[in-house]
């Protein structure tokens, strides 16, 4: 595999026992009461000692893909470079590239040049589009103050998705 050239890649659910058993190993570990584990995940080969420890960040990976296989969804894996365009970081973000470029110039998004070019680092985009993510939810929480709880869920689960919606168009009245 080393030297294989990365590209995306589509992963669809087998229907076999094998998603299940590890996502209910992956299960019961978490409600065994030891939460989500400490890297001490190994990935074992076919003969004894033949082993790696799986750090943190691709155990997540592994247990997101494999509670989606589980649900029946395919998966989509796509290397990311650490370093993006602007227009990779509106796709990300899934707004315009005039608006990344917007929130650069204002100093929402840390940025750097490389020539004319602005170039983002990944976790840098990856920070605001979380600070913007909870920003949305406060509000959208400020909106459910007061409530009695006798309205049916999916009134209530509307009426936060217009909250959402009006954060949203907001936050994009203000970078424009």
Not at 66 to 93: F, N, R, S, W
Not at 143 to 152: K, L, M, Q, V
Request: charged letters at 25%.
């Amino acid at each position: 595999m080393a030297g294989a050239a990365l590209k995306q890649e589509t992963y669809l659910p087998e229907a076999d026992a094998q998603v299940a058993q590890i996502y209910d190993f992956l299960e019961a570990h978490e409600k065994a009461g030891r939460g989500v584990p400490s890297p001490r995940y190994f990935l074992a080969g076919a003969t004894p000692g033949d082993q790696v420890e799986l750090p943190a960040e691709i155990y997540r990976a592994v247990r997101q893909v494999v509670e989606a296989m589980q649900q029946g969804l395919a998966v989509t894996v796509v290397p990311q470079t650490q370093t993006l365009t602007t227009q990779q970081a509106a796709d990300l973000l899934g707004i315009t590239r005039p608006t990344v470029i917007k929130l650069l110039d204002s100093g929402k998004i840390p940025f750097e040049r490389s020539g004319t070019h602005r170039r983002i680092l990944l976790r840098n985009l990856l920070d605001y589009r979380q600070q913007r993510r909870a920003e949305q939810y406060a509000a959208i929480d400020a909106t459910g103050a007061g409530r009695d709880g006798e309205e049916d869920l999916e009134t209530t689960l509307q009426e936060l998705r217009e909250a959402r919606r009006a954060v949203a168009a907001r936050r994009r009245g203000a970078a424009e």
